[in-house]
């Protein structure tokens, strides 16, 4: 199936942990994203990268650190767990440069993080 | 970027067609309108999108207005499972797609 695919669906961590989450897409698209989505249901963007490159940091605290081994992978690294880190992470990808038919992002299922 | 406004929730009969209005008057000349929904914490859906011309596919039609200044998405028979938040969201620059806070469409029998 093509799609984007995150592991794991749920983390149940203790703070100060360090954890990872990973996405894959085979979409063939070139831009990878991670969204936050917290308690109040909104969504915000946190990282972009285009072909391993990040383009877009929008003011994430240092303890994430999202890492583009290819173009295909977009993987978030979070050190030292917080509780206010408990939320549901989701991953995307899109052409950077889309045909006009394009239809933006493609989302993945989410990783429910919970933090205690 | 340009700002929208969705009231915040909606209510729709089964099986009736369901308007969900965008007021997105800031809009610029090249950024499309851009139509996603999340069923019940899944990841964001597409719908659909345009820039000027009223659009149409298997899920939705959307009427924009000829200002660009509001748009309508048309849910022509709803069910149940459209129960969900929908966005609208303007945009062009497809690294910064931002989500508002949508309206809550409850589809009821």
């Known amino acids: 199936d093509t799609a984007v695919s995150q592991t794991p669906k749920y983390l149940v961590t203790q703070m100060g942990n360090d954890k990872s989450i990973k996405c894959e897409q085979n979409?063939?698209?070139?831009?990878m994203y991670w969204y936050k989505q917290d308690s109040k249901k909104f969504l915000k963007i946190m990282f972009s990268?285009?072909?391993?490159?990040?383009?877009i940091n929008e003011t994430v605290p240092n303890r994430f650190s999202p890492k583009s081994p290819d173009k295909a992978h977009l993987n978030l690294h979070i050190n030292s767990l917080e509780l206010g880190d408990s939320a549901v992470y989701f991953c995307a990808s899109s052409h950077r440069r889309p045909p006009l038919r394009s239809y933006g992002y493609t989302f993945g299922s989410g990783t429910r993080l919970t933090v205690v | 970027d340009a700002k929208t406004t969705q009231p915040p929730s909606m209510d729709c009969a089964e099986g009736r067609a369901a308007n969900l209005p965008c007021n997105h008057s800031t809009i610029s000349g090249n950024e499309y309108v851009y139509w996603y929904r999340q069923i019940h914490s899944q990841g964001p859906q597409y719908i659909i999108h345009?820039?000027?011309n009223n659009e149409t596919n298997e899920m939705a039609s959307l009427i924009i207005t000829e200002d660009r200044k509001s748009s309508t998405l048309i849910l022509p028979h709803a069910t149940l499972r459209d129960t969900a938040v929908y966005y609208c969201?303007?945009?062009?620059?497809?690294?910064?797609?931002?989500f508002g806070s949508g309206t809550k469409l409850n589809v009821k029998p």
């Open positions: 979409l063939g698209h070139d831009t």
């Open positions: 969201i303007p945009g062009y620059n497809f690294n910064k797609f931002y």
């Open positions: 990268y285009n072909n391993k490159e990040l383009i």
């Open positions: 345009g820039l000027k």
